[in-house]
């Protein structure tokens, strides 16, 4: 989906409209939008936080993410076999 909001972007969407249609809108759409959604008092804190722009798929690294209020954690497989290689093949780089 942030992907194709970030596209709708580049054609014309205002910025805002398109981080509103991922966020409240879609809360809205399950009917959930009394729990979630938006950042309001009394609401789920179900957020992350990226480096970068969150619509960019070039540029977008989510860092933290949160449900509930509690942090998820975010560790994969992938990110795992990454650090576990990457030294490895930094020398053959140089």
Do not use: C, H, W
Request: net charge negative; charged share 25%.
């Amino acid at each position: 989906m942030p992907f194709q909001e970030g596209q709708a972007i580049g054609y014309g969407l205002e910025y805002e409209d398109a981080v509103a249609a991922l966020a409240g809108n879609t809360a809205t759409i399950l009917g959930i939008d009394e729990q979630t959604g938006t950042l309001e008092k009394g609401k789920d804190a179900n957020l992350f936080i990226a480096v970068g722009d969150a619509l960019d798929i070039r540029t977008n690294q989510v860092t933290k993410a949160f449900i509930q209020g509690r942090g998820v954690n975010l560790d994969n497989i992938q990110k795992q076999l990454y650090e576990k290689y990457k030294g490895k093949y930094e020398s053959i780089e140089k």
